[in-house]
């Protein structure tokens, strides 16, 4: 079993930046691949960028490119997602997951999920 922990979250104004973290615990954690995912209110639950257990897969969504950065620290069991020119549209609760296998966007193979932090962006 795993147990994912999100921080980091919080109110901004647009063109700030944050940094969420993700502590993972119960397993090992450089054995698993990683992703952070977000849904914001009345909207369904998309996929915001992925990592692999050893970092050298990474993947986006198209709308976070160039202004989030996902990575990972296997010695503190956190993998990061820093987040630079934030937008209104970016307003929404965060989620990491975890799964044994790489899962891309795939929100539904992951095998752990955390309780998500918000972030709340103001124009």
């Known amino acids: 079993q795993v147990q994912l922990v999100e921080s980091g979250g919080g109110l901004v104004q647009a063109g700030d930046s944050l940094r969420l973290s993700c502590e993972a615990s119960?397993?090992?954690?450089?054995?698993?691949?990683m992703g952070w995912f977000r849904q914001a209110p009345g909207k369904e639950r998309e996929f915001v960028a992925a990592?692999?257990?050893?970092?050298?897969?990474?993947n986006y969504a198209n709308s976070v490119k160039g202004r989030f950065a996902i990575s990972r620290d296997n010695a503190k069991n956190t993998v990061y997602l820093q987040m630079n020119s934030l937008k209104p549209e970016d307003t929404a609760i965060y989620y990491c997951?975890?799964?044994?296998?790489?899962?891309?966007?795939?929100?539904?193979?992951?095998?752990?999920r955390g309780q998500g932090t918000q972030v709340t962006v103001s124009s």
């Open positions: 997951a975890a799964s044994e296998l790489y899962s891309g966007p795939n929100y539904s193979a992951y095998n752990y």
């Open positions: 119960g397993r090992t954690f450089r054995r698993l691949h």
């Open positions: 990592i692999s257990w050893g970092g050298f897969i990474t």
